[in-house]
């Protein structure tokens, strides 16, 4: 089995930064697409940044600029770097991964637990 672990969430103030890392753990032959989503206080989840496995990035308008999202393949772990944060980047951050399973031709898709981030003075 594998396991997504998302770290690196807490407490900043607006203009501040966060470095989250996603890293997967198990009988992984290779991670492709990763992307980070976050969940806003009752409000639908959504798409923050996504990196494929060749190393192409995309963002969500509200981001562009102020977020970088970034993969080290030896370490299994994407990053998200966040900076010039707002109170509106509030929320719970989880990655979504597909990975190539040792054994397995085909793609599985995991997520990992979360992690909040809020952005308050």
């Known amino acids: 089995q594998v396991q997504l672990v998302e770290s690196g969430g807490g407490l900043v103030q607006p203009g501040g930064s966060l470095r989250l890392s996603c890293t997967a753990s198990?009988?992984?032959?290779?991670?492709?697409?990763v992307g980070w989503y976050r969940q806003p206080p009752g409000q639908q989840r959504e798409l923050v940044a996504r990196?494929?496995?060749?190393?192409?990035?995309n963002y969500a308008d509200s981001v562009k600029g102020r977020f970088t999202i970034s993969r080290d393949n030896a370490k299994n772990t994407v990053y998200l770097q966040m900076n010039s944060l707002k109170p509106e980047d509030t929320a719970v951050y989880s990655c979504n991964a597909e990975v190539s399973l040792l054994g397995f031709s085909r793609l599985f898709n995991y997520w990992g637990q979360g992690t909040q981030v809020t952005v308050s003075s």
């Open positions: 198990g009988s992984i032959y290779r991670i492709n697409n």
């Open positions: 990196i494929t496995s060749g190393g192409s990035t």
